[in-house]
């Protein structure tokens, strides 16, 4: 969850949660994806979007 609410802040490069993934979090997938869901659930909508449109690029 730190790391998709990070990686949202604005100025971030948005590299945390893919770095997690690649290292050890990568053993463990499904309570990443959890913790992303918690973040969205708490982030303002404008970061969630602002997120998945430069996902999309």
Known sequence: ???SVLDALPGSK???LSGLL???GGA???MAY???GW?????P????RTRR???RS
């Open 39 to 43: 973040a969205m659930a708490r982030l």
């Open 28 to 30: 463990h997938p499904y």
């Open 45 to 48: 909508g404008c970061c969630v």
């Open 14 to 16: 948005g590299q945390r």
């Open 22 to 24: 690649a290292g050890r």
């Open 53 to 55: 449109a430069r996902a």
């Open 34 to 36: 959890v913790g992303i």
């Open 1 to 3: 969850m730190a790391c």
